[in-house]
């Protein structure tokens, strides 16, 4: 099941082919005319909320319940109106999608430098380092963990626009495929990491090579600025059984630019849940972004003799850059210069 969140109220909708599905209406439909309830649209408030951060919160009924609303209302229904007139069905070309955040307090945790490929193409051909890429891997094993924060506040949705920031020459993408936590999690085990993994989404980590200093205390700069994530276009719940078999790419204007999947990372999603909740509580719709692979304007360019990258593949006011994968979607937005 694809979950959106999408309109002017920012509620939650259920994408199937060309059309968004009002899963709060859906639902209230569905016991009006199913189960005989005599408030309908008060149960369905309780068990499919239509704002995201409760419908997460709902579990596992919310879920099942939304499923059996949607094919009830595609196979059954007479027509498409909910209990009170409500328009429960939405072409998708129709409305706005927005980042599928639980809250604008939700946390996105990113993982940096996760695949080995990417290190390692960048090491031999930016830093002229004599390195294997089971080398690379290794000393990555061995650093441990790191990353970084993605301010939410500054993340959007599908089809928009993101602003090239003034203070950079050298904005770069990365396609990330990341999991969105289900319940509270705190000093979880990666042995049961996979019981919190409620959804998969796409993160699009937009960089400043040129501001990336990403040593400690620092603001990361490089790494948050307006439209410096984008999220989307839903999550995909359900459908997804191997956090570490999800394929992901890259189009630039069309042009394929990366090609990876979360088998390849170095550390696994569950290791970076468990890492993460030591003595920290994560919410329900946190999210954990899992890094990205090799194909990046920063390891891929060409230098020059004083190390400087040639800018070709770097991106440009006009530029569309497209993240997908197949088993999630695609995440699409247009470079723009500043006003």
């Not at 579990?59 to 498409?80: F, N």
């Not at 997804?240 to 990366?258: E, L, S, Y």
């Amino acid at each position: 099941m694809k979950v959106a969140v999408y309109g002017p109220y920012q509620r939650v909708g259920i994408v199937e082919n060309d059309q968004v599905i009002d899963a709060n209406y859906a639902v209230a439909k569905y016991n009006a005319e199913k189960t005989d309830e005599p408030l309908p649209s008060a149960m369905a408030s309780a068990i499919a909320p239509s704002q995201l951060s409760e419908f997460i919160a709902s579990g596992q009924r919310a879920i099942e319940t939304t499923q059996k609303a949607v094919e009830y209302l595609s196979k059954q229904a007479q027509d498409q109106q909910g209990p009170h007139g409500e328009t429960v069905v939405h072409t998708l070309a129709s409305v706005q999608l927005h980042p599928p955040l639980a809250t604008r307090a939700t946390r996105i945790m990113a993982a940096g430098g996760n695949y080995a490929e990417h290190l390692y193409r960048t090491r031999r051909f930016r830093f002229n380092e004599e390195v294997t890429l089971d080398q690379v891997k290794q000393d990555m094993r061995n650093r441990g963990f790191w990353g970084f924060w993605k301010m939410t506040q500054h993340t959007v949705g599908p089809d928009a626009d993101v602003t090239f920031p003034e203070r950079s020459n050298l904005l770069d993408y990365e396609s990330e495929v990341a999991v969105v936590l289900g319940k509270p999690a705190k000093d979880v085990s990666s042995s049961k990491a996979n019981d919190y993994f409620w959804g998969y989404t796409m993160h699009n980590d937009w960089s400043l090579r040129d501001q990336q200093d990403l040593t400690p205390y620092n603001f990361t700069f490089g790494k948050n600025f307006d439209g410096s994530s984008s999220l989307g276009p839903w999550i995909v719940v359900g459908e997804i059984k191997d956090a570490q078999d999800v394929p992901f790419g890259t189009r630039v204007n069309g042009d394929q630019r990366q090609e990876g999947s979360t088998k390849d990372m170095v550390f696994s999603f569950a290791e970076y849940l468990q890492y993460l909740t030591q003595d920290i509580t994560l919410a329900p719709g946190d999210v954990i972004s899992g890094g990205t692979c090799h194909g990046t304007a920063m390891d891929s360019s060409e230098y020059d003799a004083d190390g400087k990258p040639k800018p070709g593949l770097y991106l440009k006011p006009g530029d569309v850059v497209e993240i997908y994968s197949p088993m999630i979607g695609t995440l699409r937005n247009r470079i723009v210069a500043k006003n």
